[in-house]
């Protein structure tokens, strides 16, 4: 009966640990960038994700990358990539062009150094919107075609 007992709880713990290791895995997508318009392959790009309207431009994002540019360029171009599960996001980038790991802004808030939003949105009397940068992401790749730019 002992041995019952155990074999029947072992059988559980297992088919709940399949369980919670499937609730878990999500299946990632890939957002490919392609970014043009540096003027010099000094210094690195951070890259912002964002999900929503109420977190664009914040501190909270889905997730951030560093891109070391030197690495990543090919022929003008940076390319790099992110994983993300399927939903709605937008980009933010920024060319960290003295390498203090932060966006330099004018005492109004207007960004010193290079950057780009997804779908190339630009700002137009204010800051950028979250619905002009926003995309869908499904299950397929999506390739983000971005310029830099200053402002």
Not at 122 to 148: C, H, N, T, W
Request: proline letters at 5%; one cysteine or more; aromatic letters at 6%.
């Amino acid at each position: 009966m002992v041995t019952t007992l155990i074999k029947g709880a072992l059988v559980l713990c297992t088919t709940l640990l399949v369980m919670a290791v499937q609730a878990q895995s999500v299946d990632n997508s890939s957002v490919q960038i392609e970014l043009s318009g540096l003027e010099s392959a000094e210094g690195n790009l951070f890259i912002a994700v964002y999900d929503s309207k109420k977190t664009w431009l914040g501190d909270e994002t889905v997730a951030q990358k560093k891109v070391v540019i030197a690495e990543s360029r090919e022929e003008g171009i940076v390319k790099t990539e992110l994983q993300l599960p399927p939903g709605e996001y937008a980009l933010s980038i920024f060319h960290d062009t003295n390498d203090n790991g932060k966006l330099d802004a004018n005492f109004i808030g207007i960004p010193k150094e290079p950057v780009a939003l997804s779908n190339n949105a630009r700002p137009k009397f204010g800051p950028p919107k979250y619905k002009d940068a926003v995309f869908e992401l499904g299950a397929e790749p999506v390739l983000q075609q971005i310029s830099m730019e200053e402002i």
